[in-house]
């Protein structure tokens, strides 16, 4: 519905987690080879739903796939090749972006982080990742942090208090709360289906995004705009 109301095409080709690799690799071959195709992306399917009738390791089976797709085309940066160049970054990671320049302030391609710490907690290479590599590129204090991680400064009683950034994007429900955070933190949450950070940091930020409501729209447009500029229009 958001591409067709910006004037672009969008075709969903449907697959079950049981069909064969090879069969989900050809549609995406098709479509590389496809001159009227400009761009694809391969929704990621979670780990816990792949493994309920997946036949090969997760990691292996997604690497396989999107390692299929022709770099030229990749418009949502899942492509080992594009994840290293950074020239197309995953929709997710620009929402993600595009927020900070607004609680930071910046400009559309440098977050305004002025030496400000940001903790990124998850480590997907649809976020975390690329997130952390990025905003190291631009000269930002960045920390990257798993759920163990995050689990040992909960024991130490340190938390994330130092952090004036805090991401989350992990799947586990109120993973962040309150006593965790300080006085006008940036909480930014990434969580699927359920928030990862309560809602009650609300009350605590300087600046908080909900689920549903937050990164979710932005990700949508941020997707269209790397379609257009994968296709030399913007």
């Known amino acids: 519905e958001a591409a067709e109301r910006v004037g672009v095409v969008y075709q969903s080709t449907q697959f079950s987690l049981s069909d064969p690799l090879e069969l989900v690799q050809a549609a995406v071959v098709a479509a590389n080879t496809d001159p009227k195709v400009t761009g694809v992306i391969i929704q990621k399917p979670s780990r816990a739903v792949y ?5 090969q390791p997760y990691s292996q089976w997604w690497l396989s796939l999107v390692s299929t797709i022709d770099p030229k085309k990749d418009v949502d940066g899942l ?3 594009t994840l290293k160049t950074g020239k197309i970054l995953p929709a997710t990671c620009k929402a993600v972006l595009a927020i900070l320049v607004e609680a930071l302030g910046g400009t559309s391609d440098k977050v305004n982080h ?3 710490k940001i903790s ?3 480590r997907s290479d649809l976020l975390g990742r690329p997130l952390a590599q990025e905003l190291l590129r631009q000269g930002a204090n960045v920390e990257l942090l798993g759920k163990k991680d995050l689990a040992a400064r909960q024991n130490s009683g ?3 208090l130092d952090s004036a950034v805090v991401i989350s994007a992990t799947g586990v429900a109120n993973l962040i709360t309150p006593d965790m955070v300080r006085e006008g933190v940036i909480a930014i949450d990434v969580g699927e289906p359920q928030p990862d950070i309560s809602r009650a940091v609300a009350n605590k930020a300087s600046f908080f995004t909900p689920v549903p409501g937050g990164v979710g729209p932005m990700t949508v447009v941020s997707l269209l705009e790397n379609g257009f500029h994968l296709s030399g229009i913007y």
């Open 51 to 55: 493994e309920l009738t997946g036949t």
């Open 79 to 81: 492509h080992p090749e």
């Open 114 to 116: 002025q030496g400000k």
């Open 120 to 122: 990124i907690i998850g």
């Open 158 to 160: 340190r938390h994330l």
